[in-house]
């Protein structure tokens, strides 16, 4: 039911188009951008573009949170949310206070959604490791 | 919480999915209330008695 459940399948299919469409951006905005172009509605309407593409993922994370109706599934999803938004909280939090009294390289805020991303597998090993095998991807 | 649930799915001879399929939920969720990792909402343990023709507390006991 987990590969069936039709909350995953668009779930996938809206990540699926949000992450081409991001893709696709970037590289639009690379190509017709130079870095830090000066301000403008042209540039500020361009570099937008990769920005919604990431808040559709936001919006797909969302819709299968509302859309998933196994409620154990459902919590799985939330736990790996909810580990991935605590890693990223105290990773950026840490960070941020090292910038501020040391020289550690800035942090781009550009990376904090893919450390969320990156948490959510954090977020699947924990799932895996607290609730064994059955307990899905 | 204490259950009886994969005994009284091993006195029908019903799988994990077949049990899954009979509540309209997936394999996974039988399987980790079977083993005890999670305890189901009351709808879904309403859902279970039901499917079972027996009282909740004949099957979830507390620990």
């Not at chain 1, 039911?1 to 696709?24: D, E, F, Q, W």
């Not at chain 1, 936001?58 to 459902?74: G, Q, S």
């Not at chain 1, 949310?81 to 910038?99: D, F, M, R």
Request: charged share 15%; with cysteine.
């Amino acid at each position: 039911m987990t590969k069936h459940n039709p909350a995953y399948r668009a779930y996938y299919r809206r990540l699926g188009i949000s992450s081409v469409l991001y893709v696709a951006a970037v590289f639009a905005a690379s190509s017709l951008l130079h870095h830090r172009a000066p301000l403008s509605v042209f540039a500020v309407g361009v570099a937008l573009v990769p920005g919604i593409a990431v808040s559709l993922m936001v919006f797909a994370f969302a819709r299968l949170f509302v859309e998933l109706d196994d409620e154990y599934l459902r919590l799985l999803e939330v736990r790996k949310a909810l580990v991935a938004t605590a890693l990223t909280l105290a990773g950026c939090s840490v960070w941020g206070l090292l910038e501020i009294f040391t020289a550690v390289p800035p942090l781009p805020v550009f990376w904090v959604f893919p450390l969320w991303c990156m948490g959510l597998f954090a977020g699947t090993l924990f799932n895996r490791v607290t609730l064994g095998t059955g307990g899905c991807m | 919480m204490n259950n009886r649930l994969k005994v009284l799915r091993a006195e029908r001879n019903w799988s994990q999915q077949d049990l899954a399929d009979r509540l309209g939920v997936s394999r996974q969720s039988v399987n980790a209330i079977e083993t005890g990792k999670y305890d189901p909402s009351l709808p879904l343990a309403f859902t279970i008695a039901r499917l079972f023709g027996l009282s909740i507390e004949a099957i979830f006991q507390p620990e």
